[in-house]
């Protein structure tokens, strides 16, 4: 039998230890270990897995959900390595057995698939990204007439975005509109009609959205007999970053585990960032009672990840916080350098000075892997990425543009998603109109019979289009019977959907060579995939982040990491850069209209300057370009350091400015150093 003293334990703190060995001697009660950043609470939940697995727990029943896809697939090859030495003679025992490991999402499109003959789901679902929400939205409120009559409507994202919120909520729309979208709540009435024609429409077409993952896995949680099912299947359900889930969420877990048995969530309240789209630091603040056991809550105090001198200003950041429940952290390692606030003239300059540093970096022994650049928002990079391309610095971006929202990328799918499921008008219209010839009411049409046909591959095959569309009819209708019809086999089906489409490409897009190559990547990632079916469905849930992360740089390969700030959750790197800290950008414009919004700000900053190991540069460009407010029109404005470093934190910070200027211009250059002495001047009018 395993020694209950396996070595990876001692490698543990008391804290983390009894995290691990929660429960071990008979049936665990809910479990909550809520600590700061960095002290190890993703580690600890993988040492956990790893430990229930080397005791004998059967991994195919341990649900396991994390935030994203990257997340929960770094969190399993921990996992596996950890038990996989303590179990070195039975390797099949770990590898590749964590299979129920993903986000709340994906874990909700496979229970659905499963489930479907149970809640009357047609098992042929398609999944809808936000885009094509957002498009079936505007169809829908086209159709109800909304569109034309009042111009001021909200538009579709608007729409979806209230739509998303009341869902996930679980709130009425009324409220919503008032808390949340108060410029929308004279349309109470037509955001209601334009809803449930939404939700029909969905239902007609067999298609689901973000929300209805999580909405009908709740709905079907809510029927006991298919809830004790679900449940049954699993011994253990843990999640990581618990301070980001919402109300639906919860109500699934408890209703996977109602007695809380085997329930393990960790988080940081301190990190909440998500809460624009309906999370509640409610659920883990609430998870101690929410079981019929009270759940045992465990705190991790020691930091493991930063420097004293990072740790103790990202406390002092989060010090000055409204409200906080996790303690201040305390760091064994050594103080190092303090973060640096470095003053730069302006966005041009800073990319400048990021990507001389990310060399120096580097010439001094840092792969260019342990550093990363961070910013609030995915255009922020814009000005670096430019810079790093022409000084030849290899990057990727993770929470910028998606692979997906490239237009050639999404024809390609939409053509395999029409196959899938032939009702789906979004993907039809899209896949239709890519035909010279073929306008919005042709396609219309062709969609009306394939949504009523018996056999739709039959009816693609007997429609008569118009003269003016004849000549590429035959290649299209030809490939959708072959595909509806499932001849091809997987993945063969993606390259046959592939040469149908390259001359479309050729014909729409100038630059065709280049996405070419994403289509070529897309085929790869579809050979790794074992059916259409979660080919679609991963893709659509968790798409790759950024081009080059569909197909990763090669293991050897050196790059940096560019990162909105949301995607780094739970990452670390040595060296890490924060871009923008200004007002404006953090707090964001958007993000200052009431006083949670600026607290969800603040957390932002915390969890930025929370990845850092080593060196912390947060910075502060002196002028700052805004663009978005239409009324204001692009500008420059002189930019003030973030309010979330007032000068009474000033001693937890270096100052630096760049490039290093002479002494007197770089006192010109000292953020807090007046602009013009109004004083001097007042004086000099009397004299
Ligand atoms: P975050 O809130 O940012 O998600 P976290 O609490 O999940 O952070 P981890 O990412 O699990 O923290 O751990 C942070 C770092 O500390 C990792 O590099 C991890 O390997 C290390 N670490 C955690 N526990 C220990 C320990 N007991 N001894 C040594 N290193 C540890
Ligand atoms: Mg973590």
Same mark, same amino acid.
């Not at 105090?301 to 930063?306: A, D, G, I, L, P």
């Given at each position: 039998a395993p020694d209950s003293s396996a070595s990876y334990l001692d490698r543990l703190n008391a804290a983390q230890r009894a995290a691990v060995e929660h429960g071990l001697d008979g049936s665990a009660g809910p479990l909550l270990v809520i600590a700061g950043a960095g002290s190890g609470k993703t580690n600890t939940l993988a040492h956990r897995v790893a430990h229930l697995i080397v005791r004998g727990a059967d991994p195919r029943r341990i649900l396991l959900m994390t935030f994203s896809r990257r997340a929960a697939a770094e969190l399993a090859r921990r996992v596996e390595r950890i038990a996989g030495r303590a179990l070195a003679g039975r390797p099949d025992a770990v590898s590749g057995a964590l299979t129920w490991s993903g986000t709340f999402h994906a874990i909700g499109a496979r229970v659905l698939r499963e489930y479907c003959g149970a809640i009357g789901l047609d098992e042929r679902f398609t999944i809808h990204d936000r885009e094509d929400s957002a498009d079936l939205m505007s169809l829908v409120r086209h159709e109800l007439g909304f569109s034309k009559t009042e111009s001021r409507f909200p538009a579709k994202g608007t729409c979806l975005a209230i739509y998303s919120r009341t869902v996930n909520s679980q709130t009425p729309l009324a409220t919503v509109l008032r808390d949340v979208f108060p410029w929308c709540a004279m349309w109470e009435k037509e955001l209601r009609a334009l809803f449930s024609a939404y939700v029909e429409a969905k239902q007609a077409q067999g298609v689901l959205d973000y929300d209805d993952l999580l909405l009908y896995w709740a709905q079907m949680m809510a029927e006991p007999a298919l809830a004790a099912d679900l449940g049954g299947r699993f011994d253990h359900v843990l999640v990581d970053?618990?301070?980001? *889930?919402?109300r639906l969420q919860a109500s699934i877990l408890l209703a996977l585990r109602p007695d809380g048995a085997g329930v393990t969530v960790v988080g940081d309240d301190?990190?909440?960032?998500?809460s624009f789209r309906a999370a509640t630091v409610r659920n883990i603040l609430d998870f101690p009672t929410a079981f019929a056991p009270p759940a045992r809550v465990l705190t991790l105090?020691?930091?493991?990840?930063?420097t004293g001198a990072v740790l103790a200003a990202a406390n002092a950041v989060i010090g000055l916080a409204a409200e906080r429940f996790t303690k201040n952290l305390w760091s064994e390692r050594e103080t190092g350098a303090p973060p640096a606030l470095v003053a730069v003239r302006d966005e041009a300059v800073q990319a400048d000075y990021v990507a001389a540093e990310v060399l120096a970096n580097r010439e001094a022994g840092l792969r260019l892997k342990d550093q990363a650049v961070l910013f609030r *928002?995915?255009?922020?990079?814009g000005p670096l990425e430019i810079e790093l391309t022409r000084r030849n610095i290899p990057f990727v971006k993770f929470g910028g543009l998606k692979f997906l929202d490239a237009a050639h990328v999404k024809d390609l799918l939409a053509v395999l998603r029409l196959a899938a499921n032939p009702r789906d008008r979004i993907a039809g219209f899209r896949v239709l109109q890519l035909?010279?010839?073929?306008g919005a009411s042709t396609a219309a049409r062709v969609l009306d019979s394939l949504a009523t046909a018996a056999d739709p591959g039959a009816a693609i095959a007997a429609f008569t289009p118009p003269a003016r569309a004849a000549e590429h009819w035959p290649a299209f209708s030809g490939l959708m019977t072959r595909l509806i019809a499932g001849q091809s086999p997987w993945p063969a089906e993606i390259e046959a959907a592939r040469l149908w489409y390259e001359p479309h490409l050729e014909r729409i897009h100038e630059d065709a060579a280049l996405r070419r190559a994403d289509l070529v990547q897309l085929e790869q990632i579809a050979t790794g995939a074992p059916s259409r079916e979660r080919f679609l469905t991963d893709l659509t849930l968790d798409p790759p982040d950024a081009t080059s992360e569909?197909?990763?740089?090669?293991?050897?390969e050196d790059y940096l990491v560019l990162s909105t700030i949301h995607s780094a959750k739970g990452q670390e790197w040595k060296s890490v850069f924060v871009l923008n800290v200004v007002d404006g950008c953090m707090p964001s414009d958007l993000g200052v209209g009431s006083s949670a919004e600026i607290e969800e700000e603040r957390r932002l900053l915390y969890v930025a300057m929370t990845r850092a190991k080593d060196t912390l540069k947060l910075v502060v460009p002196q002028r700052f370009y805004t663009s978005g407010q239409a009324a204001r029109g692009d500008r420059h404005v002189y930019a003030v350091r973030s309010r979330f470093i007032p000068d009474r934190l000033a001693g937890f910070f270096a100052r630096e400015a760049w490039p290093i200027a002479s002494p007197e211009a770089a006192t010109a250059a000292r953020p807090d150093a007046p602009r013009i002495d109004i004083g001097a001047r007042m004086r000099a009018m009397w004299t």
């Open positions: 970053e618990y301070q980001d *889930t919402n301190a990190q909440a960032i998500y105090e020691q930091n493991y990840r930063s *928002t995915s255009s922020h990079s035909l010279p010839g073929v569909a197909v990763p740089p090669g293991r050897d």
